[in-house]
């Protein structure tokens, strides 16, 4: 599994950090799908698991309690050494 994660977060002080290649493929690979807590995002998460399980994808559900608070560490952490990518599913 990839040791480094992307943090879309606001920060208060600009700090560079190396960009992750994208994945080279997804054979053999496990892609998170994370559900923010947004109406309806279930259901394009529904969608995306059905179409990406379709093409051989492995992929594992997650979900963040609510929609108006970042992600609790112990669930990004989870990510981070279960799953090689990361799709969030915003429903906006």
């Given amino acids: 599994m990839t040791d480094h994660l992307r943090d879309p977060t606001a920060e ?6 190396p960009r992750v290649p994208p994945l080279d493929g997804a054979d053999d690979r496990v892609i ?14 529904d969608r995306l698991e059905a179409n990406l ?4 994808i492995a992929t594992r559900r997650f979900r963040k309690p609510t929609n108006t608070r970042v992600a609790p560490t112990e669930l990004i952490q989870r990510i981070a050494l ?11």
């Fill in 32 to 45: 998170a799908l994370l559900d923010i807590g947004k109406m309806r995002g279930d259901e394009f998460v």
């Fill in 53 to 56: 399980g379709a093409i051989g």
């Fill in 12 to 17: 208060t002080t600009s700090q560079r950090r």
């Fill in 82 to 92: 279960e799953c090689h990518a990361v799709v969030l599913a915003l429903s906006d």
